[in-house]
């Protein structure tokens, strides 16, 4: 079997070749592409994919379809290479609170980058609210917030921080945080880079995974493992008599306290989800929570765009569908194609409402903005495809629903009506 090592050699060879033809780069004296490699090739193709409206593919995707390289390779050398490069892409986060007749306390916990401008020293980094809030601290926010980065983290205890750091917006209701850093040096002089997201709309049990955090606040390191199940609600205590549920992924990657907020990720180094929480108990092992990447992904671009929740200083506002329009059946089969056991929902209408008539079944959801974009356009095979999509509606924009009345598909058109989660 060759090692992944040697393939590398090769393929950087080819690269070099297929560069002279690539007009995503300009040469001038032959000096210009002496520092490339493949790495370099592989996000600049991501880039122009996305620049396209194309889908981002990861690593071997590349290899195989740009350079038509085929090969084996060794797994456990390339899981070893995506976590490496994981780790510049998570931060570990420091939060100060103040409470009235105690002493100020500082928390622990983990971020991820998901968009970073090097040159100006600018990043956003998502979290969980549940690092930056707290319901009995006064403020209820963090007072100061800060952010250490791997090979700075050796003492965790008294690292280099990055300072220069804003809660841009947080929703309890999500257990999400955005967070937003302008102008640092240390990001200027830095490897750091930024994760980008998985687009699949679900995920599926025993898919290998791994975290990157920040556990028991002791510096950034990785644990691997597989999905456990690819979908399920648990609830979350924020000082409220009821608590907060939220959709989650089970992992029995490695979670401790600190890891909240890390990224878990697919073995292609993609994000697929948020840490949040963890099975508390002594007996109870392996059973971690991720908050789902499907939604995350459009959350974060929801809070970095400003759709706060209306009057306040804090949450978002959203688009939906009342619940209590719909319904549905859930059943599982295993897909011989794919070896694996998917779960499809029955999504059908239960009560007239616009174009809807009771009995409809939803079959495909499309939103198109303000100015003629289509922002999504997929089939409902989840109920939570509904619920994920409508994340990405703004003001002005078209909700077209399909769906299967009578043995004939019909297209129903909504303009969206939005609500508050705090």
């Known amino acids: 079997m060759k090692k992944f090592l040697c393939v590398i050699f090769a393929v950087m060879l080819a690269a070099v070749a297929a560069m002279c033809g690539c007009s995503m780069f300009e040469a001038t004296d032959g000096r210009d592409g002496q520092d490339l490699n493949i790495y370099d090739v592989y996000e600049a193709t991501n880039a122009e994919r996305e620049k396209a409206g194309l889908p981002q593919i990861d690593f071997l995707e590349f290899i195989s379809d740009y350079l038509n390289y085929n090969f ?11 976590i490496n490069r994981s780790l510049l892409s998570a931060v570990g986060v420091v939060s100060d609170f103040s409470f009235r007749g105690s002493s100020p306390k500082t928390y622990a916990g983990s971020g991820v980058i998901v968009e970073l401008d090097k040159s100006a020293g600018d990043a956003y980094v998502l979290t969980n609210a549940h690092v930056v809030f707290k319901k009995d601290a006064y403020p209820q926010t963090a007072t100061s917030v800060s952010l250490y980065i791997y090979g700075n983290d050796i003492l965790a205890l008294s690292p280099p921080y990055i300072d220069e750091v804003e809660i841009v917006n947080y929703a309890i209701s999500y257990d ?20 980008t997201f998985s687009d699949e709309e679900q995920v599926y049990a025993g ?11 002791m510096g950034l390191s990785a644990t691997v493992g597989i999905i456990s199940k690819e979908s399920e609600y648990i609830a979350l205590d924020f000082g409220s008599d009821e608590g907060e549920y939220y959709r989650t992924i089970r992992t029995d990657a490695g979670v401790n306290g600190g890891n909240s907020g890390g990224a878990l990720y697919d073995t292609s180094g993609r994000i697929v989800g948020i840490i949040n929480a963890k099975e508390p ?16 992904r459009r959350l974060y671009k929801l809070m970095r ?10 949450g978002v506002r959203r688009a939906v569908l009342p619940d209590d329009v ?11 194609e794919t070896g694996l056991t998917e779960i499809r929902d029955d999504v059908y209408i239960v009560k007239n409402m616009g174009g809807f008539k009771t009995g409809d079944a939803m079959k495909h959801i499309k939103i198109v903005s303000s100015s003629g974009e289509t922002v999504e356009d997929m089939d409902v095979l989840r109920i939570f495809n509904i619920e994920d999509a409508l994340i990405s509606a703004r003001e002005g924009s078209k909700i077209i629903y399909t769906v299967s009345r009578n043995g004939e598909e019909s297209q129903i058109t909504f303009t969206p009506s939005f609500q508050n989660y705090l």
Do not use: W
Request: glycine share 12%.
């Open 176 to 195: 999400l945080a955005l967070l937003k850093v302008t102008g640092s040096e240390m990001i200027k002089t830095s490897d750091l880079r930024a994760a």
């Open 326 to 336: 719909y319904g549905y059946q859930s059943k599982a089969y295993f897909n011989n």
């Open 72 to 82: 084996e390779y060794d797994d456990s050398k390339n899981l070893q290479t995506v």
């Open 207 to 217: 898919e290998p995974v791994f975290t990157v955090g920040n556990p028991e606040g």
């Open 281 to 296: 108990g002594e007996e109870t092992e392996s059973m971690g929570y991720a908050l789902c990447g499907s939604y995350v």
């Open 305 to 314: 765009d400003g759709y706060k929740a209306t009057g306040s200083e804090y």
